[in-house]
Structures are given as structure tokens and as C-alpha cells.
């Protein structure tokens, strides 16, 4: 069941460099919120602390706390394995394990999960049709992943992120490297996805933000400076950085 990620006084830096400044948000569960602003703003670094990964990178350091509903992120007691479980992630470029089949590819997450998981396929088709892939590969599932095209490639790593069946899936600019149409398919995945998961879309294309989010934060020299409803903050923003970024003065 999708749940709502509350953000409280989150500071995140990479050694002396501070990448973001005490930012508190709530994102809704089975909303699509994207994260736009200009490279370098905070944008990676955020949604990498929702699912502990900033912390992996060198130098990486996380203060104040991310809640996944009731339950904190960060904690002494808090397993990080478990908290990528429950929150997936998807990266600007696609990453299929190239050894493997495109089933098995779906399902490998499944092996770091307790208990034995008896019938992959059935939950190799409900992911891949949740990720708008199944009728392109229903008769391929045991060729190699690296035999699809980048877009189904971005597609598969989506199913591969909904197979363990997490709570929030975060993607990191996924049409970065796409072609439109490979993109427009990725997009109608995200708003399938949304009906049954928390998203959270970091993208640097303020016109697919408009398409496919509900809600949107505009994030500026690692500062949120305005989270509203897509249409709202498009149409009338609140704040004139928020206006300058998103008609083209800057960014």
C-alpha cells in the first residue's frame, strides 16, 4: 500500500559541500510529485536520501529525519535493506543486469526478500504489466535484457523496482537518455504506476512535469522554494525565483 513520505529538517552534504538546507515536505501517497529545478539544485540528492543511497556516496551526510507514513528512514535500529525494499528506485539511465533473462531480471530482487518465492512468473507478468511492458515481452521473458530497446530496457528496470512490491518508487530523471517516443511510454507507465504507489519523478523537463504530476516542488541551491499542486505552481507560482525558473529566465 502506497504511503505518504513526510520530510522534516532534512540537511544533506557531501563533505564541506552542502547539497541541501533544512527541507521539510510532505508527499502524498498515490500522487506523482515532481522534483524540477536547475542542475546542481538538490534534485538527486533528495530523493536519494528518501531510500538511505546518499549516505553510500562518499563523503555523504544526512541530518533531521524522512518518514515512510509513521516509520523513520533514519535510526540506529533502522535496516537501510529494508527501507530500499519498501522504496524503489529507478536511474536516469537504464540498468538491466545484462547476465540475466528479461524475466529474471524482473524478479532478482526477489532473492534478497525471506521466504521462497514459488511462482516468479506470475509476478514477473504483474509487474511488467504494471510497467506497460508485458504484451512486448510475453513471448521473449528468457531472452536477454540487453536484447530490448533503451525505453523497454527503462521500462524493465520499473517492473524490476514493482516486483518486490515496494510502497514508493522514485525516479531519477528516467527519460534522460530516451527518444520522445520511448519517453511518452515511460510517461504512461508513471501515471499507471501512481495509481497504486507513491512517485516521486526528479526531472529537468518542466513540460513533462506538467503531464504526468499532480503535485510539484521547485527546488533552488539545495532550498525548496515552493511545493503546490502541478497547475498551480505553473500558472501562478508564488515565488518569483519559482516564475524565473520555470519561463526560461534561468536553468
Excluded at 46 to 52: M, Q, S
Excluded at 78 to 86: A, L, Y
Aim: proline content about 7%; aromatic content about 6%.
Amino acid at each position: 500500500m502506497a504511503v505518504p513520505v513526510r520530510v522534516e529538517h532534512l540537511n544533506a552534504a557531501f563533505g564541506a559541500f552542502q547539497a541541501l538546507h533544512d527541507v521539510t515536505i510532505t508527499l502524498p501517497a498515490q500522487t506523482v510529485t515532481a522534483v524540477i529545478g536547475p542542475s546542481g539544485c538538490g534534485k538527486s540528492t533528495f530523493v536519494r536520501c528518501i531510500n538511505r543511497m546518499h549516505e553510500e556516496s562518499p563523503g555523504g551526510r544526512v541530518s533531521g529525519q524522512v518518514f515512510l507514513g509513521d516509520e523513520p528512514v533514519y535510526g540506529p535500529d533502522v535496516d537501510p535493506v529494508r527501507i530500499r525494499r519498501r522504496v524503489g528506485m529507478v536511474f536516469q539511465r537504464p540498468n538491466p543486469f545484462p547476465t540475466l533473462s528479461i524475466l529474471g531480471n524482473v524478479v532478482a530482487g526477489l532473492a534478497l526478500l525471506p521466504g521462497r518465492h514459488r511462482n516468479l512468473e506470475a509476478i514477473a507478468e504483474r509487474s511488467l504489466r504494471q510497467a506497460g511492458l508485458w504484451d512486448e515481452v510475453k513471448d521473449r521473458l528468457y531472452d536477454p535484457a540487453l536484447s530490448l530497446s533503451g525505453g523497454q530496457q527503462q521500462r524493465l528496470c520499473i517492473a524490476r523496482a514493482l516486483a518486490v512490491e515496494p510502497e514508493v518508487l522514485l525516479l531519477d530523471e528516467p527519460c534522460s537518455s530516451l527518444d520522445p517516443i520511448s519517453s511518452g511510454k515511460v510517461e504512461e507507465t508513471i501515471l499507471q504506476v501512481a495509481e497504486r504507489y507513491t512517485v516521486v519523478l526528479v526531472t529537468h523537463n518542466v513540460q513533462q512535469a506538467t503531464r504526468v504530476s499532480q503535485m510539484t516542488a521547485f527546488f533552488l541551491l539545495g532550498h525548496l522554494i515552493e511545493f503546490a499542486p502541478t497547475e498551480q505552481l505553473f500558472t501562478n507560482p508564488s515565488h518569483e525565483q519559482t516564475e524565473a525558473y520555470i519561463t526560461g529566465r534561468f536553468g
